[in-house]
């Protein structure tokens, strides 16, 4: 069974960066677009950023983090990652991965963010 791991969130003063991490185990993500999601508290889960399935720079972002965030991947070692620079309070989430678009893996247990002010 393809599991999720996500890592690498925690407390960040505003303007702070943070690097998450995304590790599959089970399976391969070589064959998908990943992408990052997050949820802000009382909201839903939104797709904040993609990357194709060979990487490259055809990486794709919501407005609100094109510019501040990377995504990247690293194939042979199953693992997705997020670069976030210049965090805002409103980046404040649980931060997910999964397949982009249409999500097929079962969701991880995510990695808090919390930006302060």
């Known amino acids: 069974q393809v599991q999720l791991v996500e890592s690498g969130g925690g407390l960040v003063q505003a303007g702070g960066s943070l690097r998450l991490s995304c590790a599959v185990s089970?399976?391969?993500?070589?064959?998908?677009?990943m992408g990052w999601y997050r949820q802000a508290p009382g909201k839903g889960r939104d797709l904040v950023a993609t990357?194709?399935?060979?990487?490259?720079?055809?990486?794709d972002y919501s407005l609100d983090v094109k510019g501040r965030f990377t995504i990247s991947r690293n194939n042979a070692k199953n693992t997705v990652y997020l670069q976030m620079n210049n965090l805002t309070p409103e980046d404040t989430a649980v931060y997910y991965c999964?397949?982009?678009?249409?999500?097929?893996?079962?969701w991880g247990q995510g990695t808090q963010v919390t930006v302060s002010s």
């Open positions: 999964n397949t982009a678009g249409v999500a097929i893996y079962t």
């Open positions: 089970g399976g391969t993500l070589s064959s998908y677009d």
């Open positions: 990357v194709p399935e060979n990487g490259g720079d055809a990486e």
